[in-house]
C-alpha cells in the first residue's frame, strides 16, 4: 500500500491556459474522489468515479472542468482556460467501495497557482 | 443540504493537556457517518475517528475520543495527552449512508504550546 500519489505537486501557470493533474488511488480502490480547497476552507467535494464511471458531478465542476478515469485505475482532472479563482489544492482520494461508511484515503494534493 | 459548522477557527492547547473541538451538523437523515481528519502543515488529510450514526457508543482512538450527541446533531473531538505532533488543522466531516462525498467543516486550527 504506497498511499494515494498526485502529480504534480505544485503547477504554476499562465491564466487561460489549460491544466491537468493526475492521481494514482492506493491499487485495488476502486472508487476515486476529486476535492478542491482554497486557503482557510474545508475540502469541497467536485466529482467521483466508481470503477470508470463518473457517478456524480458537483456544480462547482463547470464546464471548464473535466475529469476522467479511463480504464478503472489513475484519473485525471483537466481545467481548461484557467482562471484566477482556480487557485487551490486539488484533492484526490480513493477508498475500497465495499461495504458502507468506508473512509476516503488522501493524497497530497496538486497545488495550483494562477499568475 | 446537509453542513458542517466548525465554529472555532483557532484553539490552543498546553502540551499534556485535554482539548475539544466543537462540531455541530445539520440533516434530515438519520443514518450517515461522521468524521474527523487532521491535515498537518504537510496538508496530507489523514482520518482520525470514524462514528456511525447508528451506534450510540462514542468512537474512540487511543488519545483521540468523540462525544457524539445525536439529537443535538453535535460531534465534538477531544484529545487527551495533546502532543506537538497534534498540531494541524481539524476538519470534521459528514457522509451520508446512501452517498459517497464528504461535506466538510472549514476546520478548526490546532496550536500546541510547549
Known amino acids: 500500500d504506497t498511499g494515494v500519489s498526485q502529480d504534480p505537486r505544485h503547477k504554476i501557470t499562465k491564466r487561460g491556459q489549460n491544466v491537468t493533474f493526475r492521481c494514482d488511488p492506493i491499487s485495488e480502490h476502486n472508487r476515486l474522489y476529486w476535492y478542491r480547497q482554497t486557503l482557510g476552507q474545508g475540502p469541497e467535494f467536485l466529482t467521483y468515479f466508481q470503477n470508470e464511471a463518473q457517478l456524480e458531478k458537483s456544480r462547482l465542476l463547470s464546464d471548464r472542468f473535466s475529469a476522467e478515469r479511463p480504464k478503472g485505475s489513475f484519473s485525471t482532472l483537466e481545467i481548461q482556460r484557467t482562471e484566477q479563482g482556480d487557485s487551490a489544492m486539488y484533492l484526490c482520494?480513493?477508498?475500497?467501495?465495499?461495504?458502507?461508511?468506508?473512509?476516503?484515503?488522501f493524497g497530497d494534493g496538486t497545488r495550483l497557482s494562477i499568475l | 443540504a446537509q453542513t458542517v459548522t466548525q465554529s472555532q477557527p483557532e484553539m490552543s492547547v498546553q502540551e499534556a493537556e485535554t482539548v475539544t473541538l466543537s462540531c455541530t451538523y445539520d440533516t434530515s437523515e438519520s443514518d450517515y457517518y461522521l468524521f474527523w481528519y487532521k491535515q498537518p502543515p504537510s496538508r496530507q488529510m489523514i482520518l482520525v475517528i470514524r462514528?456511525?450514526?447508528?451506534?450510540?457508543q462514542n468512537a474512540t482512538e487511543n488519545r483521540f475520543s468523540v462525544n457524539f450527541q445525536k439529537a443535538a446533531k453535535s460531534f465534538s473531538l477531544k484529545i487527551s495527552d495533546s502532543q506537538l505532533g497534534d498540531a494541524a488543522m481539524y476538519f470534521c466531516?459528514?457522509?451520508?449512508?446512501?452517498?459517497?462525498?464528504?461535506?466538510f467543516g472549514k476546520g478548526t486550527r490546532l496550536h500546541i504550546l510547549p
Open positions: 462514528q456511525e450514526a447508528y451506534k450510540q
Open positions: 466531516a459528514y457522509r451520508s449512508a446512501i452517498g459517497d462525498k464528504i461535506i
Open positions: 482520494a480513493s477508498s475500497p467501495g465495499h461495504g458502507p461508511g468506508q473512509p476516503q484515503h
